[in-house]
């Protein structure tokens, strides 16, 4: 009986030993684990990224209709959330799109109206075809109320946004450069057009005929404006 009760008795240590090594690895082989999957998920996020980067690339040199929307395919497996960073084509760094926990931050908007070319451009569109809408016509086409009537600061759109000014103009939006800036664009038969701030004029956008065009709204002036370069002098 005695040595029955010892070997008991051993075989229960034997078995808190056993445990003890067990909860030992586990602590160790757990974080590793999970270390190792998170790295897998960063990985991941990356070649979503760049995959994300591809297309948008792809579309601009097919001169496809140009999106902002990222396809849902698309999705961070950390349930980070996927934002462009630079979306506008005349970005030298163009394109690049951020995770809100991999990658990147998304800019503060540098405007009431979004920071690129793209994103204040097809604001302001937009603001005057909701004029329209509302009030049966344009907006003014000069002075502050042409701003004022899309519920726009004056004093706001005064100061260039990275060498460009934008200006509402009644059925239309012009762009044009400050000094220290070129703007080159190729018409739709393939010329190139450079505009400087002493020429006077920029390109615009013309709501009624969806066209962009450059100096004047003519035939002949149509533009490109996936083309469109702005370059520091």
Not at 68 to 79: A, E, F, H, M, T
């Amino acid at each position: 009986m005695k040595q029955k009760k010892w070997i008991r008795g051993f075989m229960l240590v034997e078995l808190l030993i056993v445990i003890a090594l067990l909860a030992a690895l586990i602590s160790i082989a757990v974080p590793r684990f999970v270390a190792y999957t998170e790295r897998a998920r960063v990985a991941a996020c990356l070649s979503n990224r760049y995959n994300i980067e591809q297309d948008k690339r792809s579309s601009y040199m097919n001169n496809e209709a140009q999106s902002l929307v990222i396809d849902n395919r698309y999705k961070c497996p950390s349930g980070g959330v996927y934002a462009w960073l630079i979306s506008d084509p005349i970005d030298p760094n163009y394109p690049r799109v951020g995770c809100s926990l991999h990658y990147g931050q998304t800019p503060a908007a540098l405007t009431s109206l979004g920071s690129t070319f793209t994103e204040i451009t097809t604001a302001m569109i937009d603001l005057i075809k909701k004029y329209v809408q509302l009030n049966g016509h344009y907006p003014k086409s000069s002075g502050k109320s042409a701003f004022t009537d899309l519920g726009l600061n004056p004093a706001e759109w005064t100061q260039p946004v990275s060498g460009l000014l934008y200006t509402p103009a009644g059925e239309q939006v012009l762009v044009k450069p400050v000094t220290g800036y070129t703007m080159t664009i190729k018409t739709t038969q393939g010329k190139t057009v450079s505009i400087t701030p002493t020429l006077k004029w920029g390109i615009l956008y013309d709501v009624p005929t969806k066209k962009w065009y450059y100096k004047q709204k003519e035939d002949y002036n149509v533009v490109n404006i996936s083309t469109l370069q702005v370059i520091k002098n």
